[in-house]
């Protein structure tokens, strides 16, 4: 999608509500905290029945989200909820179905710990080589690209490709780029699953997540998974989203310029060891990125000799919070390594947040010098 198209889309999202108004209805939509509704008789007569199957509130948010992924959209109360509908839905006993290897750990202890015991095989690849090996005896294919934390990328088009002429289900974990900075549905994934607690609504406030999709059956499965399994978004917090969502265009857009200002200074600099991400002409994710992706997101890793200067590093600089996840309005770092994923003691997963960026890397530099 172009620029203008995706520009559009933004502000398309800001004003769709208004066709819809009456005089004096609010502009903003009301939070709607019931579990239960009036309903007397014949109860396919009222759109709204039960609190669990339904809400004005998740569908105030499902309706801006729809218009961004161009897709049917629909809410869960986390990132990992909307994965687990996507995991459970589109697989059976006796089936494969494939991981990155690299990818949000938590995706691998849900599959490994709940739908292995259930006679489903998993797999797993890293995402920079997700290509090889084919696709071929695959129920679903889900990959994560950029992956976290790795930041390696793997080609959307070309695994889709692979997956639809195995008959795999195909989801992409977009939670890392959001809609507005890589769209894997227009690549030719079936399925998009979003934690919409990192840059969507991005004031790490409330968690909350979605799954997209332009397949009618998919999506029907889905909403029977989050009916039945109960696994539903609060009012409030669908609410809170739907705020967030609202200057995701702006934030995502600063975030990135200044991940990509601080990427190339962090590259050159004497005591960061290596620094991955993908819009660095000399990162191996970088021409597949440019090919796949609007922007090249908000997230880099820093690589320093040992642990403990990547926590003097983390701690030294009063611009950072020391924290975990991603897509905050504050920049944050952590070692990833203390959750056990696999990469060096001094890995610094950075997440860029929206403070003016030469204030930002002046606090950073002063860090870097402090480590002597
Ligand atoms: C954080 C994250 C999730 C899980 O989201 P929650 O909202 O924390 O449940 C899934 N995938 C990726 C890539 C993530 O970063």
Not at 118 to 140: H, K, N, S, W
Request: charged share 20%; net charge negative; with cysteine.
């Amino acid at each position: 999608m172009s620029k203008t198209d995706l520009d559009a889309l933004a502000a398309r999202l800001l004003h769709h509500r208004g066709p819809t108004l009456q005089p004096g209805d609010s502009v903003v939509p009301e939070i709607v905290s019931t579990a239960v509704f009036h309903l007397p008789g014949n109860p396919s007569n009222a759109a709204f029945q039960y609190g669990r199957y339904h809400n004005p509130t998740w569908e105030a948010l499902e309706d801006p989200l729809a218009i961004l992924e161009d897709a049917e959209v629909l809410t869960f109360p986390s990132g990992m909820a909307a994965v687990a509908a996507v995991l459970v839905t589109c697989s059976t006993a006796g089936g494969r179905i494939l991981l990155p290897a690299d990818g949000y750990f938590a995706v691998r202890a849900l599959s490994e710990q709940f739908l292995k015991p259930f006679g489903v095989t998993i797999d797993t690849r890293p995402t920079a080589a997700f290509l090889d090996g084919g696709f071929e005896g695959y129920q679903l294919v889900l990959a994560e690209t950029p992956s976290n934390p790795g930041l390696d990328v793997c080609d959307i088009a070309a695994v889709a490709k692979g997956a639809k002429a195995a008959g795999a289900v195909f989801a992409v974990d977009n939670t890392t780029m959001t809609p507005l900075g890589q769209r894997p549905l227009d690549l030719g994934a079936d399925v998009v699953v979003c934690s919409d607690t990192k840059a969507v609504n991005g004031h790490s406030d409330t968690l909350l997540g979605h799954v997209a999709t332009r397949n009618g059956a998919l999506m029907a499965r889905f909403k029977e998974w989050r009916k039945y399994s109960g696994t539903i978004p609060g009012a409030f917090e669908a609410w809170l989203v739907f705020r967030g969502l609202e200057t995701l265009e702006v934030r995502f857009a600063r975030m990135c310029a200044t991940a990509a200002v601080l990427a190339e200074r962090l590259a050159g600099h004497k005591r960061v060891a290596a620094v991955r991400y993908p819009g660095l002409r000399t990162d191996p994710a970088h021409a597949v990125a440019a090919r796949q992706m609007a922007a090249f997101g908000s997230m880099l890793s820093l690589t320093f000799g040992d642990g403990a200067a990547a926590e003097r590093f983390i701690d030294g600089c009063p611009l950072i919070q020391p924290s975990t996840s991603f897509g905050g309005v504050r920049t944050s770092a952590e070692r990833r390594i203390r959750w056990g994923d696999a990469v060096p003691e001094g890995y610094v997963r950075l997440s860029v947040g929206i403070e003016p960026v030469e204030t930002l890397w002046r606090a950073m530099a002063e860090a870097l010098e402090k480590l002597g």
